[in-house]
């Protein structure tokens, strides 16, 4: 069959899940192409990526860097990006079939949108996108029908276990490595210096969701990510940790099959499914899981106590109206004070504890509404932490 590579636009090509994108399209040149390029600031990176993919567009979220990298490097058959509105720009330019949105933070919220209103299917791994608008990109989602494939390794296991049985789901069972604090001395995580949370026992990732997996927040988040994706009440969402991150979740039927998904831990393959949707192609060159050499897998609860972070994301879950909306404003200006050694590791949790506790609820089915309490919270949140 011959067939046109699928274009395809990174945004976050410089990030974690950014390189495991690219890895996929160098490996599968006839099937996917890389047509544009988006990164914050890491213009030595880029630059080897514009070099080796061609893009026709990249953009640069630091405008002084985009300055620089435009005087520097000039590329006739590549147009530059940049500004508020510049990644849209660059889709609109590209016009990709598929958007990977592998950004940090809320910054995903408005090329997803985007993609969303412009029928192009989005591979999601920014997981914040579902925990700010969840409700909107849904409703977008509806009205557009424009398919939302699930690039986190928990999200794009639950949905290959749903093939062929979206209908007897009864529960999702989203595992948990737990991070580096599972069934540690209360001590370990009061003294915690940026590099002991830096140290993730299963996963390579970036900076920020390595600190939201030590405050399990992450998990919270992807409860909110699952109840949008999956469509299920928070009740029918139970978070198992399993500190060997062999099982990638699993999905409990009504029948009380509970079927699993195992696969290597490496970001390759949930990009490749994304991506290939609905093929699933060989991969000849990695190394399956051998079974012989697994650790021993085990599976417990976690610990409330220790982890504030993931009832908060039931709470705001339960509550909507922009509780989730402030839940990660307040985290996002949280663990950037972390990790310029501002605040400890436990003064995380306590910051979101005490932005949720005073949060009015407010609707937020528009966009400019999620913004205005994304930008109220973040100033709120900072200025606690100059009077801690
Ligand atoms: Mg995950």
Redesign the pocket.
């Known amino acids: 069959m011959n067939k046109e590579p699928r274009k395809v636009a990174v945004l976050g090509s410089t990030g974690s899940i950014g390189v495991s994108t690219l890895k996929v399209l160098r490996d599968y040149p006839d099937d996917f192409q890389a047509v544009a390029l988006a990164a914050y600031g890491n213009i030595e990176a880029l630059k080897e990526q514009t070099e080796e993919f061609s893009p026709s567009g990249i953009y640069l979220a630091d405008e002084e860097k985009y300055y620089f990298f435009r005087n520097e490097y000039q590329h006739e058959r590549c147009q530059l990006f940049s500004g508020s509105e510049g990644m849209e720009e660059m889709l609109a330019s590209c016009r990709p079939d598929i958007v990977v949105v592998a950004t940090v933070g809320f910054t995903g919220v408005k090329p997803v949108l985007w993609s969303i209103k412009n029928r192009i299917p989005v591979a999601l791994a920014n997981?914040e996108v579902l925990v700010v608008a969840g409700d909107l990109v849904r409703r977008l989602q509806e009205q557009y029908q424009t398919p939302l494939y699930p690039v986190?390794?928990?999200?794009s296991a639950i949905f290959q276990c749903l093939q062929g049985e979206r209908e007897h789901l009864r529960k999702i069972l989203l595992t948990a490595s737990g991070g580096p604090f599972h069934k540690k001395p209360r001590e370990n995580m009061e003294n915690a210096g940026v590099q002991e949370v830096l140290n993730h026992p299963t996963?390579d990732m970036g900076k920020k969701?390595t600190v939201d997996s030590a405050t399990m927040i992450?998990?919270g988040f992807?409860v909110i990510e699952a109840h949008y994706l999956f469509d299920l009440p928070p009740s029918r969402i139970q978070v198992v940790v399993h500190p060997q991150s062999v099982v990638h979740s699993m999905v409990e039927l009504v029948d009380n099959t509970v079927l699993a998904h195992l696969s290597p831990t490496d970001m390759y393959y949930p990009v490749l499914y994304a991506l290939a949707y609905p093929r699933r192609l060989e991969v000849p060159h990695k190394e399956p899981l051998d079974f012989f050499q697994l650790p021993q897998l085990t599976f417990s609860k976690p610990d409330p106590k220790s982890f504030p972070c993931l009832q908060f994301a039931y709470d705001c879950l339960e509550k909507k109206r922009g509780y989730p909306v402030a839940f990660n404003a307040a985290n996002e200006v949280a663990v950037a004070s972390f990790l310029e050694e501002k605040i400890t590791f436990l003064q995380i949790a306590e910051l979101i504890e005490q932005i949720l506790e005073a949060f009015s609820p407010v609707d937020v089915s528009e966009f400019d509404i999620i913004c205005k309490i994304d930008e109220e919270v973040r100033k709120k949140t900072s200025s606690l932490i100059k009077a801690l």
Do not use: M, V
């Not at 986190?152 to 999200?155: C, G, K, L, V």
């Open positions: 997981k986190d390794s928990e999200h996963w969701i992450n998990k992807e």
